[in-house]
């Protein structure tokens, strides 16, 4: 087991999450914190999960980032075939993971399987998948099938790690470790048993019901409230001086209030009762202002670091660039309207 410091100095600089690092995250099973335990996993409520990750971006940007997006493809362990789902997790290095797009076709061969061509992009993890899981419009003689609304067809695919050409490309100026590449599937036959519907579940758990715009939310912001408890830590260490005692305090509460949420939401649905449309919109508007505030927040602090604080060495300017760049996440990027340019 690495402690925080040790996954620090391995991921600080580093251009993919390392071995070491790999094996502690196995070791761990950090990867299964949402796959049931009878598929080998840890089952954890969502509350437990969602502590847990905001502990692994406390840790590192990068770290956190790779093991929310790709244990949150684990999750899918719920949407697909037992039978596939057990075979598939009986391993302890099995790590889906892939993008949210639809970047490519599935030709309907025969009644169960599919002919998979296109490219994904963003896919976190890539050079430590195991599967990945993508979604593709089906069609039938290079037609489009549609459902009866005149909608295309999209469904989603697993697909093994040797079926797909890894393109590292990524550049952005933060999560560097965390590989989050393009990747490309060309003419890959796959059974319809590695495939799934994101709202059609195998598994009968309070998780399951959990709306996935509340689940991608949470998840999502406590990566957030982790990288700015570990801006907080450094910032400290360059200006000592500098009272950080509420931004902190503020990070604290704030977490605490997803977990409450979180706690809310499985009281709901253990009612058997559903998340009504209005109260979903009124957690992702606080999601939306959260990330805002916490933004101009770091951002006021960085400035008052000094030049030491633009060092590309420094560990304030990783995680500077890491949350930056997580936060262009398109989930809450707030609307054009609300845009105010004037100064």
Same mark, same amino acid.
């Given at each position: 087991?690495?402690?925080?410091?040790?996954?620090?100095?391995?991921?600080?600089?580093?251009?993919?999450?390392?071995?070491?690092?790999?094996?502690?995250?196995?070791?761990?099973?950090?990867?299964?914190?949402?796959?049931?335990?009878?598929?080998?996993?840890?089952?954890?409520?969502?509350?437990?999960?969602?502590?847990?990750?905001?502990?692994?971006?406390?840790?590192?940007?990068? $770290?956190?980032?790779?093991?929310?997006?790709?244990?949150?493809?684990?999750?899918?362990?719920?949407?697909?075939?037992?039978?596939?789902?057990?075979?598939?997790?009986?391993?302890?290095?099995?790590?889906?993971?892939?993008?949210?797009?639809?970047?490519?076709?599935?030709?309907?061969?025969?009644?169960?399987?599919?002919?998979?061509?296109?490219?994904?992009?963003?896919?976190?993890?890539?050079?430590?998948?195991?599967? $990945?899981?993508?979604?593709?419009?089906?069609?039938?003689?290079?037609?489009?099938?549609?459902?009866?609304?005149?909608?295309?067809?999209?469904?989603?695919?697993?697909?093994?790690?040797?079926?797909?050409?890894?393109?590292?490309?990524?550049?952005?100026?933060?999560?560097?470790?965390?590989?989050?590449?393009?990747?490309?599937?060309?003419?890959?036959?796959?059974?319809?048993?590695?495939?799934?519907?994101?709202?059609?579940?195998?598994?009968?758990?309070?998780?399951?019901?959990? +709306?996935?715009?509340? $689940?991608?939310?949470?998840?999502?912001?406590?990566?957030?409230?982790?990288?700015?408890?570990?801006?907080?830590?450094?910032?400290?260490?360059?200006? +000592?001086?500098?009272?950080?005692?509420?931004?902190?305090?503020?990070?604290?509460?704030?977490?605490?209030?997803?977990?409450?949420?979180?706690?809310?939401?499985?009281?709901?649905?253990?009612?058997?009762?559903?998340?009504?449309?209005?109260?979903?919109?009124?957690?992702?508007?606080?999601?939306?202002?959260?990330?805002?505030?916490?933004?101009?927040?770091?951002?006021?602090?960085?400035?008052?670091?000094?030049?030491?604080?633009?060092?590309?060495?420094?560990?304030?300017?990783?995680?500077?660039?890491?949350?930056?760049?997580?936060?262009?996440?398109?989930?809450?990027?707030?609307?054009?309207?609300?845009?105010?340019?004037?100064?």
């Amino acid at each position: 087991m690495l402690s925080t410091k040790k996954i620090r100095r391995e991921l600080h600089g580093a251009p993919v999450i390392s071995d070491k690092v790999m094996q502690h995250i196995r070791e761990e099973e950090l990867l299964k914190i949402w796959v049931p335990k009878k598929y080998g996993g840890l089952g954890y409520r969502f509350e437990e999960g969602l502590n847990a990750l905001f502990g692994c971006a406390e840790t590192d940007g990068s $770290f956190g980032w790779m093991l929310t997006l790709c244990a949150g493809a684990n999750y899918f362990s719920r949407n697909i075939k037992p039978e596939i789902a057990q075979l598939l997790f009986t391993h302890s290095e099995t790590c889906f993971g892939g993008s949210g797009m639809v970047g490519g076709t599935a030709e309907k061969q025969d009644d169960s399987t599919y002919l998979i061509n296109g490219s994904w992009n963003f896919a976190t993890g890539a050079p430590h998948l195991t599967h $990945f899981t993508l979604n593709a419009k089906i069609t039938e003689n290079g037609k489009p099938l549609m459902d009866g609304h005149g909608n295309g067809i999209i469904r989603s695919f697993i697909i093994s790690k040797e079926h797909a050409e890894v393109i590292p490309n990524w550049k952005s100026m933060g999560m560097k470790a965390s590989g989050t590449y393009s990747f490309a599937i060309k003419n890959v036959t796959v059974s319809e048993d590695y495939s799934f519907v994101y709202d059609i579940f195998f598994t009968n758990d309070i998780l399951d019901t959990i +709306p996935f715009r509340i $689940f991608a939310d949470l998840t999502l912001l406590v990566n957030y409230l982790g990288m700015a408890s570990h801006f907080i830590e450094e910032a400290e260490y360059i200006r +000592p001086e500098i009272h950080f005692k509420s931004f902190a305090e503020s990070v604290k509460k704030h977490l605490g209030k997803v977990l409450s949420i979180a706690r809310e939401v499985e009281h709901i649905l253990g009612d058997h009762k559903k998340i009504p449309e209005d109260k979903q919109h009124v957690i992702h508007q606080y999601g939306v202002e959260l990330v805002q505030k916490l933004s101009r927040q770091i951002l006021t602090v960085y400035t008052q670091l000094g030049i030491q604080a633009t060092d590309t060495d420094s560990a304030v300017y990783q995680i500077f660039c890491d949350y930056f760049t997580a936060a262009m996440h398109s989930n809450f990027r707030p609307s054009a309207d609300d845009l105010d340019f004037s100064f």
